[in-house]
């Protein structure tokens, strides 16, 4: 099992960053699209042209979701079942702002949560 802790500087973040961006083309909605998969802080920031035009009218790019890692004051990682934990967040585009963190989990269950989107909250 590949080690998914706070990604550092390095191939770790770059196996990451990889590991999400596939994960991403199983997704249920646009399919068409090419996301991004960015780094942002100790993770990792997703974004894609805007299909819908419901965000933006004109199909600019816009943020999609957010991961990062969950971590104590010392910087390391916390985990469940021996897997680090990771928080999604959604972009509120009304707001401005990301969205509060749902519960953390195991990265390759966020992933799956992303991809499958049933409710919309990320694909817009």
Not at 16 to 28: F, G, N, P, Q, V
Request: one cysteine or more; a neutral charge; charged letters at 25%.
């Amino acid at each position: 099992m590949a080690d998914t802790s706070a990604p550092s500087d390095g191939w770790v973040a770059d196996f990451l960053r990889h590991r999400i961006a596939h994960a991403l083309r199983e997704r249920a909605r646009y399919r068409y699209v090419r996301p991004r998969v960015l780094r942002d802080g100790a993770g990792y920031r997703i974004e894609s042209p805007c299909c819908s035009r419901n965000v933006d009218a004109e199909g600019g790019v816009i943020d999609i979701a957010r991961l990062q890692p969950v971590t104590d004051a010392d910087g390391q990682p916390h985990l469940q079942d021996g897997q680090p934990l990771w928080q999604l967040q959604a972009r509120d585009h009304a707001a401005g702002r990301w969205a509060p963190p749902g519960a953390p989990a195991p990265l390759h269950a966020l992933l799956a949560q992303l991809c499958v989107d049933v409710e919309r909250v990320f694909w817009k």
